[in-house]
């Protein structure tokens, strides 16, 4: 009886090609998975925009006119602080809510993201028009 030598586990020439093809699925999901990333924190930052606009509104309909932008809670302007800087502008008459984004946001196509007291969206900055990044 004979013996046959069987080698077990891979060979080098084995393992690279692995390594290799991981590294390609790698280059091809990376770009995907940050653009990923900046629409899910962008989308934070729409949400924390609109819900300070209608703390605005709720604040005019309770006294007759908006809060300055010294008077305003800081608790109505919760976003992210890793991600955006939220800014108000306002008089009695009028509000501007602006989300600016920081960091590695900063990458995102959208820019700055506003809304004043008409309800207007819009962005500042953008390669993108207001609606791609209001609607994404």
């Known amino acids: 009886m004979t013996r046959t030598?069987?080698?077990q586990g891979f060979t080098?020439?084995?393992l690279l090609?692995?390594?290799a093809c991981v590294a390609?699925?790698?280059t091809l999901a990376w770009p995907s998975f940050q653009s990923l990333i900046l629409r899910s924190q962008r989308a934070q930052a729409r949400a924390s925009l609109l819900q300070a606009a209608h703390w605005f509104e709720r604040a005019a309909s309770a006294n007759g006119s908006?809060?300055?932008a010294a008077d305003v809670p800081t608790s109505v302007l919760q976003v992210d602080g890793q991600h955006y800087k939220m800014t108000i502008t306002s008089t009695a008459q009028s509000y501007i809510l602006s989300a600016t984004p920081l960091g590695t946001q900063a990458a995102?196509?959208?820019g700055i993201l506003t809304?004043?007291?008409l309800?207007?969206?819009s962005v500042q900055g953008a390669s993108q028009t207001a609606a791609q990044c209001w609607s994404q």
Do not use: F, W
Request: hydrophobic share 40%.
């Open 66 to 68: 908006y809060p300055l």
């Open 115 to 117: 809304v004043n007291h």
């Open 17 to 19: 090609i692995a390594l």
């Open 12 to 14: 080098l020439i084995e």
């Open 24 to 26: 390609a699925l790698t």
């Open 119 to 121: 309800g207007v969206r």
């Open 108 to 110: 995102d196509s959208c």
């Open 5 to 7: 030598n069987s080698s």
